[in-house]
Each structure stands twice: as C-alpha cells, then as structure tokens.
C-alpha cells in the first residue's frame, strides 16, 4: 500500500476532505486504500440483542434454497449451538448444502462428538489450523462471524455462536452485549467469497458458482467488506479506521471489547478530539479477559488528557466492535482495537455508508451510555498504585496476549 494510504499519513488526506464522511472523495479514498469494491443497494438492519439476532440467522437458515456458509470463531456445543444444529441439520434434509468453519483453538472446549454429529447428519465441517499436524499455525486463528444464505442474505458481527449471546435486557447482566448486522443485497457475494478463503485454507472444497448478481438498486446502503487475515488485509483495515476517524466532524463513537491500542492509535484519537470533533470510547467495566482490559487501562491517561471521553459498560460483559461517525458511517464486524486482531487474526468487518443505518447505530450507542460508568481524568490519576502498576504491566505484555 501506498505510504500516503498509511496510518498516520492517511489521516492528513482524510482530514482535507470537503464533505467528510458523507462526501464522494471519502468513498475514493476507501476505494483507494481497500481497493474492493463500494456495493449499492444493501438493506442493513441491526441487532444488538443476541435472542433477537438468532432468531433472525434461524429464519435465514429456514429459508434456505441451496447453500449455507457459517463461520465463526466460536461454536459452542449448548442450547443455542444445539438450535443451530437442528436447523442445519432440517436444511441438509431439504437438499441445501451447509458448510460449518469453526476456529479450532476459539472452540476448543466444544467436544468432538459435536462435531461428528454434525457430519453424520450430512453437515460438512472444516476446524481452523487444528494444532496437529500444524502447531505452529496454531498462532494464527480465525476470528470471523459470518453467516450467508444462498448467496444473497448474511449476518456479521461480532456474537459467536453460544447462549452467552442471550438477551441483556432479560439476563440482569448475565448475557454479552454484542452487536451484529443482517445484510441483504449485493454485499453478501462478497462474504461468500471472504468465506471461501478461509475454508480453502481450511481443506474445504472450492465453492460452487453462486447466482448471478443483478443490477443493485440506486437506493439503499453503500457497503465496503472489510477482510483480513495475518500477511493481508490489515494494514487497509487499521488505515479504513484512521481515514474515518481523521475525517469525521461531528462525532466518532467507538464500541470496543478488547482495547490495547498501538501509540499511533491514540495519537489519531487525539488528533481528531483536538480538532473539536466529539471521540467516545465504549469500553468494558468487566472483561471474560481482564489482563487486556488493563493493557487498555495503560492508555487512559493519554487519551482523557487529549480530550477523548472514556465510558465503561456495567450491565454485562460488552464484545462489540462498533464504529459510527456523524450520523452516516457505520462499522460492525469482528476486529478488535488490539494486536492480536491486526496482525495473527483473519477478521471480518462492513462499512456501511447510511443515514438510517447510523441513527440505529447511534441511538444503541447512546443507550449503551446510560449503563456506562465516564472515566473522568481527575478521578483516574488517583487510583491506586497496584492499579498502575498493573496497568502498565499489561500494556507491555499485550502483543503476547
């Protein structure tokens, strides 16, 4: 990639453009930076309660014609993968076929009886760098949440496949608060073929042509697939979120479950929060890993002294990975804002370029607000020494975590 595309110098091109996000020089120059493809014409529609996203992905799944790809990180052998597990199973007895991807090492505790249940009920399922015979692929781990039905609806996001994902309105803070996007319209070939490389890499069988794509309709969200997988794709991803940061005016909320940034990412932060421009974090106040939650923690002081406001989420453990900006840009998917995700992980997120899309987005984000605790700057520099001492810990250990 060209170094002018790169984080930080993409920044300045971003920051130049007349009509920010909104503008068509903005498209350009994700084009340019991405180099794939803006698709028109998708309608977007977003969950973020688990119990209300699966059931829409069971619908999907239902309403099958010839072809299911899922991949995720995560497949856990409880209720909600046993659901799944069903509807796969009714799809293959109507004559779809369904292929399953799973991390290996993200599915770990998932018994292999699980497994074998799924190929004998004529599921074909492929395991993500299996540490034998290949320990050390094993590093290397693929951390996507895709579902596509015949080529023309898909889901993605980050909620694994497990009843954690149930709904943190009922569960009085047992649930995950997570968020995830259906798709319908051209976008989805897109994620079919983001899908096939991983079950290439996999030992899948090439998929099979899909059906042709017609021509998008001129209404409807704009969308640009977002990839990554370790030695591509991951610089154009972290340069996509600088660009978007440097060229918001109004306000960028971030949503993040796993903050350990690099030192350019805080720097992008504080550029744009200098410029007057309202940047949120969105943050964990418990973590299902805490020693990440405190490499971020290594961060704080440099970000409130930059005028970036830090909120921590109390009503469950928060796994999103959101972005919105000034009402128009949307980003969900699975990247995380920390090491792992930008150099060992292969991920998958969308850009959505809509208004409507963005005021949902928004509108989550501020009812996130209400059960978030604000890290104020005074109150942050008094905690404890163990606490800094920790902090500090954790931020030099993250790229091994």
């Known amino acids: ?51 209300e996203a699966f059931a829409s992905k069971k619908r999907a799944i239902e309403g099958a014609g010839f072809e299911i790809l899922l991949e995720s990180y995560i497949v856990r052998d409880d209720e909600t993968g046993r659901d799944v597990l069903e ?114 890499r996999a030992g899948g069988a090439n998929l099979e ?43 960028v909320w971030i949503t993040n479950a796993y903050f350990a940034p690099r030192p350019v990412a805080v720097d992008v932060l504080g550029q744009a929060a200098g410029r007057g421009v309202d940047v949120r974090l969105l943050l964990p106040g418990k973590s299902d890993i805490p020693v990440i939650r405190h490499a971020g923690h290594g961060y704080f002081r440099d970000l409130l002294r930059r005028g970036v406001r830090i909120f921590e989420y109390q009503n469950a453990i928060l796994h999103a990975k959101t972005l919105v900006a000034d009402d128009f840009l949307s980003i969900v998917g699975s990247t995380n804002l920390d090491f792992r995700s930008f150099h060992f992980n292969a991920e998958s997120n969308v850009v959505v370029m809509d208004q409507s899309v963005a005021e949902v987005m928004a509108a989550a984000f501020r009812d996130d607000l209400a059960h978030a605790v604000e890290v104020k700057a005074k109150d942050w520099g008094q905690r404890s020494w163990i606490h800094k001492f920790g902090d500090g810990v954790a931020r030099r250990l993250h790229p091994l975590l």
């Open 1 to 51: 990639m060209p170094r002018e595309l790169r984080v930080p110098q993409v920044g300045e091109i971003a920051s130049r453009l007349a009509g920010g996000v909104r503008g068509l020089d903005f498209q350009a120059l994700l084009h340019r930076i991405d180099e794939g493809p803006i698709h028109r014409g998708n309608r977007v529609e977003i969950f973020v309660q688990g119990d």
């Open 87 to 200: 509807a796969l199973a009714a799809a293959v007895g109507r004559g779809v076929k369904v292929k399953v991807l799973a991390d290996a090492f993200g599915s770990l505790t998932t018994g292999t009886a699980y497994w074998r249940e799924m190929k004998k009920r004529g599921i074909e399922v492929h395991l993500f760098h299996p540490f034998l015979p290949y320990p050390w692929f094993h590093v290397f781990r693929d951390h996507r949440k895709i579902l596509v039905v015949d080529r023309r609806v898909g889901f993605i996001g980050g909620m694994n496949l497990g009843q954690e994902y149930g709904s943190v309105r009922r569960s009085k803070g047992r649930a995950w608060r997570d968020t995830d996007a259906r798709i319908e319209g051209p976008a989805v070939q897109e994620m079919a073929l983001v899908f096939s490389e991983a079950w290439s």
């Open 209 to 251: 042509p899909g059906p042709v794509e017609t021509m998008p309709s001129r209404s409807g969200a704009k969308i640009l697939v977002l990839e990554s997988r370790p030695g591509r794709g991951h610089q154009e991803s972290a340069s996509v979120l600088a660009a978007t940061v440097a060229a918001a005016r109004d306000y």
